[in-house]
């Protein structure tokens, strides 16, 4: 059976020019936030305490716990908000389709009765509330003419909602029913986010024009604003309220967030900016915020989450941090035990240490996409969409000067002998080419539509896959190829090929959906009807001690073998990774690690009988 031991969550989807939302438990240090179509739940105080949601169709935009923390309502692009339960498996209570366009911003009643819901829209119809448990309408929000950007329900009562967007409007409703009650025109670019203090006695809006206002709760009516003195220099993407409602934080596109305290004339003062860590490129632009008792959260634009104590701003803050694309290749470090590397198809590496999590990003000089990605001893091979093969030699968690070579062809697949690190097989369409370091050596024209290809350990054997299925064995001599045998058995497009470590054996999986064991020595089928998948498989991992092999496939799930035993006895791992699995490698022999399109990466337990 496998359990899994640990998940390193993805970071939240961003986007240049627009702030993100998160949002936190009333009552625990849990967090909320989007990526792709997952809904992530994380514990700030237990940071490898993953849980991911699912079920929506289309990427999700928003989620928030309901303010008794039993439900979540999560809302996606195509306009259709699901509540379902923050506990036992997330039971679905209610499917609706709120607006015709994304959702960007909502928020329950503090009953938990209804639920407001703000984004793009036809027509006028930019924000619409609700009854949680009917979908029926709950007034009339007339007033804008664009995308309303947030909305928020006034937590205590006498109900009021608020709304702001693209044309530069707060708007003020009372009700419920709700009715539009009056409008603010003060600010003079699109108006980002507006939230009420806990206290439910003002609220605030931050725009894009630098600029924070404050009203009055009951009547709408501005009674403040945020000094411009050491204010912010950029557009202030999101706000948060402490839970006194004696201060706010906002973050701004200037790349620093700022702590502010109101005063009882209700104007606010800055007290403390938080410049958050790395290299001050457009990545750390501060898109999002929270303030969760006494947690201060920001949120970069490459997607760092970034956690200070409210209570000492001083303390450096603890940086989590993740892929926000699809994770395609896995890596363990051999002479660093425990370490993972994982790099995502945008050219992010990043370092883990199982146990702790999130260790650093490895910093490259040159950041070009990887397609393909191999670690040997101290150096990382990679290949990527420009034609280009990049050796990168490592020291410690920074990356030397690399070496690259265009290759003139798109790799499609990249091998490195394990014992002579300097040689490497690089396949293209037409068939390999040989590297030496960074010199092409020989390129060989095969005949066929190549798809995979490895070369063994001590470099004196290479395996290539075929488009029809085919493997072709060939002996390398120096820097030529002689065929050596032709092995038929798949009937789909070879997707990867990796000998056993202890080089007795070799897998190949196809697009068709099978896997295969081949004996090394005589070329025959060892472990045969690896037929458990019901899509594409993409990877594959050998176990250290070459007793396992484990697949992952398009289909979600990672299938585990033990060579000795028949297929029929594997250990199933279903909905590993939303979206399919890209990425296997195993930590040890008891370990397997997953990646896959919903960008997160997990630790699976294997315990075999």
């Known amino acids: 059976m496998a359990q899994l031991a640990e998940t390193y969550a ?49 990427p999700a935009t928003v989620a928030r716990y309901s303010p008794n923390g039993e439900w979540i309502a999560s809302a996606d692009v195509s306009g259709v908000v699901r509540i379902w339960g923050s506990r036992n498996e997330f039971v679905l209570k209610n499917e609706f389709r709120v607006l015709s366009g994304r959702i960007d911003d909502l928020q329950w009643s503090p009953d938990c009765q209804r639920i407001v819901a703000s984004g793009d829209g036809k027509g006028k119809s930019f924000v619409r509330a609700f009854m949680w448990d009917s979908g029926t309408n709950v007034g009339e929000f007339d007033g804008h003419s664009r995308r309303v950007l947030s909305c928020t329900f006034k937590p205590t009562r006498p109900f ?5 967007g693209e044309d530069f409007l707060v708007n003020f409703y009372e009700g419920p029913p709700f009715k539009f009650k009056l409008s ?248 390999v080419i040989i590297l030496r370091g960074a010199k092409v050596v020989s390129t060989v024209v095969l005949g066929f539509t190549v798809a995979a290809c490895t070369i063994a350990p001590d470099g004196n054997e290479a395996i290539v896959g075929g488009e029809d299925g085919k493997l072709h064995v060939y002996s390398v001599t120096g820097d030529t190829l002689k065929e050596e045998a032709v092995l038929e058995k798949h009937r789909g497009a070879i997707t990867a090929i990796r000998y056993s470590p202890d080089v007795s054996m070799f897998a190949s999986v196809d697009a068709n959906r099978e896997a295969v064991v081949w004996d090394c020595a005589s070329r025959e089928v060892k472990l045969k009807n690896m037929l458990y998948h019901t899509a594409r498989i993409n990877c594959l991992a050998w176990s250290p001690d070459s007793s396992m092999v484990a697949t992952g496939s398009l289909d979600t799930c990672v299938i585990i073998y033990e060579v000795d035993k028949p297929a029929s006895s594997r250990i199933t791992i279903k909905g590993a990774h939303l979206g399919g699995v890209y990425g296997l490698v195993f930590a040890d022999d008891h370990h397997v690690v997953s990646s896959g399109e919903d960008a997160c990466i997990r630790v699976w337990k294997v315990t075999t009988q």
Not at 30 to 37: D, E, F, H
Not at 160 to 164: A, D, F, S
Request: net charge negative; proline share 3%; glycine share 10%.
């Open 184 to 431: 603010h025109r003060e600010h003079s670019n699109f108006v980002n986010s507006v939230r009420f203090s806990p206290d439910g006695t003002k609220f605030i809006s931050v725009s894009s024009d630098k600029k924070g206002l404050l009203y009055d709760a009951k009547t709408g009516e501005i009674i403040g604003e945020l000094s411009s003195e050491n204010g912010h220099k950029g557009s202030i993407y999101a706000v948060s309220w402490s839970l006194d409602s004696k201060n706010v934080l906002t973050v701004s596109a200037d790349k620093s967030a700022k702590v502010w305290e109101i005063s009882e004339d209700n104007n606010g003062k800055v007290t403390k900016t938080l410049v958050c860590p790395g290299s001050g490129g457009v990545d750390d632009m501060l898109v999002g915020c929270l303030w969760q008792n006494d947690f201060i959260v920001t949120v970069s634009l490459g997607g760092s989450i970034f956690l200070y104590s409210a209570n000492d701003l001083d303390k450096a803050p603890l940086a989590l941090s993740g892929h926000m694309k699809n994770v395609n290749s896995l890596a363990v470090l051999k002479n660093e035990p425990k370490c993972i590397l994982s790099c995502s198809y945008d050219g992010l590496i990043i370092k883990w240490v199982q146990g702790i999590g999130y260790y650093g990003k490895l910093e490259r000089k040159v950041i070009s996409q990887i397609k393909c990605f191999a670690v040997v001893e101290e150096e990382i091979a990679s290949s990527g969409f420009d034609n280009k093969v990049w050796r990168v030699p490592l020291h410690g968690d920074q990356c030397g000067d690399a070496e690259c070579i265009d290759i003139g062809n798109q790799p499609k697949d990249l091998s490195v002998s394990l014992l002579s690190p300097d040689l490497a097989l690089v396949s293209i369409d037409t068939g």
């Open 160 to 164: 009021r909602i608020v709304t702001c």
């Open 10 to 58: 993805c970071v939240p989807s961003t986007e240049r020019g627009r702030g993100i939302l998160i949002s936190g438990h009333p009552k625990s240090n849990s967090i909320l936030y989007c990526n792709g179509r997952s809904v992530i739940i994380r514990h700030l105080d237990r940071p490898l305490e993953v849980q991911v949601y699912g079920e929506h169709a289309y």
